[in-house]
Nanobody, 122 residues
């Protein structure tokens, strides 16, 4: 599978901002959607936000007014701008891309990043 390289996580004070990026190193035939999920220990991975190449977005309710998702023109990198961070946003964030490798591939496959940690102290 094509690896996804995440960057931008870290430690930030409450009210601060971070910018998470996820880059795919190889071009593919088609991209269905790209996005971010998060997982708190002991809970299932949950949607943060996704975006299609056309720019259609889906976001979790807790994202509204705080996080912005975007995709680059090359459709290789998805970025999540996190603003007004609070301690409850502390967890690991995972990049996700749904892609079709070649024109005659049987369908879309899901790629996942390794995860990047966002830490906001209380």
């Amino acid at each position: 599978q094509v690896p996804l390289v995440e960057s931008g996580g870290g430690f930030v004070q409450p009210g601060g901002s971070l910018r998470l990026s996820c880059a795919r190193s190889e071009s593919v035939y088609s991209v269905k959607r790209m996005g971010w999920y998060r997982q708190v220990p002991g809970k299932e991975r949950e949607l943060v936000a996704t975006i299609t190449p056309r720019g259609d977005t889906i976001s979790a309710e807790f994202v509204k007014g705080r996080f912005t998702i975007s995709i680059d023109n090359a459709k290789t990198t998805v970025t999540l701008q996190l603003n007004h961070l609070k301690p409850e946003y502390t967890t690991v964030y995972y990049c996700h891309q749904e892609i079709q490798y070649y024109e005659f591939s049987p369908g879309y496959v899901e790629l996942w990043g390794q995860g990047t940690t966002v830490a906001v102290p209380s």
